[in-house]
């Protein structure tokens, strides 16, 4: 025994003095090593919180051992470039996904670069999202260069030879890399190894595998467009095949059946509009009057969510238009243009419509130009082609002026070509919000009445609460886009245009204002010019489930037509995606749906849900996020059977396999064509 214990301290003594001697001879790869290891775990702690967890941790070092090792296969003098680029390239990592998470809860993709001129137009907004904590990242890159030039000083790489060791370096890396790499892979499950591979729940596979191993996954998946077809086609067509014979779409007949058929429609993409401003006034004034009127006029969901991914405005063209959810890596509008789609514009135009879009905007902005005659438009018309460019205001046209101008176009439109659907995308509520603050008639202060504990005096008191900050700018844009709005149906009126015309108004996703805004406006106590502490007995806590349940979005269908109103005139409450639009409006309008829709008519179904790209779903009983695998529960009084939540998961699960395998691999086309090659079409 005693022999045994000598012979361990030695080896404790011997493994000591090794690892010593690596570090005064490896002080910059160590650095390297460490650093970019602190800014993973720094990461988790500012987005998913989850700092104590092993295995993203494990991942983390893991990948970064890999990338480390094969510095040593340049001279010492030389090894610094290496490590510095690597660490500037970790570091960005680590900065972009902390400034997307906090204003996108999600982590990006590196086929957004493929998007990257978005950024551009948005260059102004930067200011806005980003936080103090996002530049804690900088330290990394910043410390390895001071300690480069401290270590060249004291003329450390003169006494490191080239080709000394360099074997036997790299493969005590490479050891350390593969026993951290199998630690770390006996943490797994096959869950873990599918999402990873599926990459839709994001936030998950950060928690499980750490931001590095993440972001170079996402990287693989983002070359899917060009490499994803030629893999996996057979087993994606399979489950393809077995989902719609399971899921059958089937045109079914209810009360609003043909209720619009032959009548004209508008579709007005009414950029960042959230449902919560329609009962928002700012000091008495309605943020949203004309949008609370319609919605009191026609049919109006309350209870309606956009299901957008990274791609934002476009994927909620994409999953309006054909009923499918957004791509699981990259967008469908820059990514995924080139497919066939069954698509709600090739309905109403193979019902002899005339289909059209219009947008304020450039035309290569997110590819719209090439996507929108994939969806079947006729035609695109956008910012200075068919525009004057006479107020502008944020990203291009203001609202005011692009809704005044189409008027005259779509006037035209039906002169020229009879029955027409368009699709009008506005955009002056687009982030940041700015432009608009010293022009608005929305009094963004707070008045109220103070009194003096001593004297009793009273006195006038004005607080600037919402005057600099992020929301209250959102208040005054979205104030203007529903002025803009309502001129527009007067307009629409002045050219004898309503009386066949139905519109339809939809938000296109949330504002993606930070939670801490609203926690702010929420707990404002004027007397302290400040927020409430969470001790306060008037503090009302503003959550995480709070949050997300609070982005849901108007879908309104309006009418002048007084004898459709009347019928029509509602509002519905039970839960609706922006993949059931195609299939409620084609019934309602009499044109064929698509039998590839995973959305469904809402009239037709007893069971209303929707599935988020996320893996999140939400019911009329819950909402269940994917991530933390919680459930919030909606309905108190509800009965959640043993089985509810994984039978939801598991349809959450197919939905979107089945939808990106659409995507990727396009499967309507490829299906198609077979299906009359066996019939001998």
Not at 237 to 258: G, H, M, P, Q
Request: aromatic residues 16%; hydrophobic residues 35%.
């Amino acid at each position: 025994m005693k022999n045994f214990v000598n012979r361990f301290v030695e080896l404790l003594i011997k493994t000591k003095k090794e690892v010593i001697y690596f570090f005064k001879n490896n002080i910059l790869f160590s650095a390297f090593v460490i650093s970019s290891l602190i800014n993973g775990i720094l990461l988790r702690a500012f987005t998913v919180k989850k700092i104590m967890s092993i295995s993203p941790f494990l991942a983390d070092l893991a990948f970064i051992l890999f990338v480390g090792s094969f510095g040593y296969f340049f001279k010492p003098k030389y090894r610094f470039r290496y490590y510095i680029t690597w660490s500037i390239i970790l570091m960005l990592v680590c900065l972009i996904n902390s400034i997307y998470y906090t204003n996108y809860i999600s982590f990006t993709s590196f086929s957004l670069l493929a998007t990257s001129f978005q950024i551009i137009g948005v260059s102004d907004a930067l200011q806005t999202i980003m936080d103090l904590q996002d530049f804690c990242y900088l330290w990394a890159p910043i410390m390895l260069i001071f300690l480069h030039h401290k270590l060249k000083k004291n003329g450390y790489y003169s006494h490191l030879r080239a080709d000394k060791n360099v074997k036997v370096a790299v493969l005590k890396v490479l050891v350390a890399a593969v026993i951290v790499t199998a630690f770390f892979a006996s943490t797994l499950t096959g869950t873990d190894i599918s999402r990873l591979y599926k990459q839709w729940n994001r936030e998950y596979v950060v928690m499980k595998f750490g931001i590095y191993v993440y972001q170079g996954n996402d990287l693989i998946a983002s070359l899917k467009p060009q490499i994803s077809p030629l893999f996996g086609y057979d087993k994606a067509a399979k489950e393809f095949r077995e989902y719609y014979k399971e899921y059958e779409i089937s045109k079914s007949d209810n009360e609003y059946t043909d209720i619009f058929k032959g009548k004209n429609v508008l579709v007005i993409h009414a950029e960042s509009i959230m449902n919560y401003l329609l009962d928002t006034e700012i000091n008495g004034k309605a943020v949203a009057p004309n949008l609370k009127r319609l919605a009191s006029e026609g049919m109006y969901f309350s209870n309606f969510y956009a299901q957008e991914s990274v791609g934002t405005s476009s994927d909620t063209e994409f999953t309006l238009s054909t009923s499918l959810l957004p791509a699981s890596s990259g967008t469908v509008f820059v990514s995924y243009y080139d497919r066939y789609y069954e698509s709600i514009q090739k309905s109403f135009k193979n019902s002899d419509y005339y289909v059209f879009s219009m947008h304020a905007n450039k035309g290569n902005y997110w590819n719209r130009e090439a996507m929108h005659k994939t969806l079947g438009y006729d035609n695109f018309y956008y910012y200075d082609k068919d525009y004057e460019l006479d107020d502008i205001i944020g990203l291009g046209l203001s609202d005011k002026s692009f809704f005044k101008q189409s008027s005259k176009i779509i006037k035209k439109i039906k002169d020229d070509k009879g029955s027409y659907y368009g699709t009008l995308l506005m955009l002056t509520n687009h982030t940041p919000f700015e432009g608009l603050e010293d022009t608005t008639d929305l009094d963004l202060t707070y008045k109220y009445t103070k009194t003096d504990t001593t004297t009793g005096e009273t006195s006038e008191v004005t607080n600037n609460y919402l005057k600099n900050t992020t929301l209250g700018k959102y208040f005054t844009t979205a104030h203007y886009a529903d002025e803009a709005l309502g001129e527009f149906i007067n307009e629409l009126d002045d050219e004898g245009l309503l009386d066949d015309l139905v519109i339809v108004i939809y938000g296109d996703h949330d504002s993606k204002i930070k939670r801490a805004e609203y926690d702010y406006y929420y707990n404002y106590n004027p007397a302290t010019d400040s927020k409430r502490k969470d001790d306060d007995p008037e503090y009302k806590e503003f959550t995480k489930y709070d949050y997300e349940l609070n982005r849901k979005v108007p879908f309104i269908i309006w009418t002048k037509d007084k004898k459709i109103s009347k019928k029509i005139n509602k509002e519905l409450t039970f839960p609706m995606g922006m993949y059931d639009v195609y299939p409620t409006l084609s019934n309602m309008f009499g044109v064929q749906v698509s039998k590839y829709s995973l959305g469904h008519d809402v009239f037709n179904t007893n069971e209303h849900f929707i599935i988020f790209p996320n893996s999140n779903f939400l019911t009329d009983r819950i909402y269940y996020d994917s991530q933390n695998d919680q459930a919030t529960m909606l309905d108190e009084n509800a009965v959640i059977e043993g089985d509810y939540i994984d039978k939801f998961r598991e349809r959450a699960e197919r939905e979107i396999a089945v939808s990106n395998d659409i995507i990727v691999h396009d499967l309507i086309k490829k299906t198609e064509e077979s299906d009359k090659v066996l019939k001998g079409e």
